[in-house]
């Protein structure tokens, strides 16, 4: 079966920074554009950013641009996210997720459980 396991989130001061990791199996990783996904508190889905198959390519959403950088290793199945400049706003539940629906981050197929980022003083 497909799964997908997110790690690194915490807690970490406004301005610091944080890398997310996605653990992915159970499919062809390396076919698959990746992405990430968040949803703050009271809030709906939110597209972050996303890589296509093979890394030659990101996409993020306007706010995060500057500070965010997705990539991947496809020899090791892991999607990352490295998060710097964090803000409050940045507080959010990360999902890792396969595909490329940045339009519409409800369209995602497989998701995984989420990792909980949480920027405060």
């Known amino acids: 079966e497909v799964q997908l396991v997110e790690s690194g989130g915490g807690l970490v001061q406004p301005g610091g920074s944080l890398r997310l990791s996605c653990a992915a199996s159970?499919?062809?990783?390396?076919?698959?554009?990746m992405s990430w996904v968040r949803q703050a508190p009271g809030k709906g889905l939110e597209w972050v950013s996303t890589v296509t198959y093979n890394g030659g390519s990101t996409y993020y959403a306007e706010s995060m641009k500057g500070r965010f950088t997705i990539s991947r290793d496809n020899a090791k199945n892991t999607l990352y996210l490295q998060m710097n400049s964090l803000k409050s706003q940045d507080t959010a539940v990360y999902y890792c997720?396969?595909?490329?629906?940045?339009?519409?981050?409800?369209?995602?197929?497989?998701w995984g459980q989420g990792t909980q980022v949480t920027v405060s003083s």
């Open positions: 997720a396969r595909g490329a629906h940045m339009a519409e981050p409800t369209y995602y197929d497989y």
């Open positions: 159970g499919f062809a990783f390396d076919d698959y554009a």
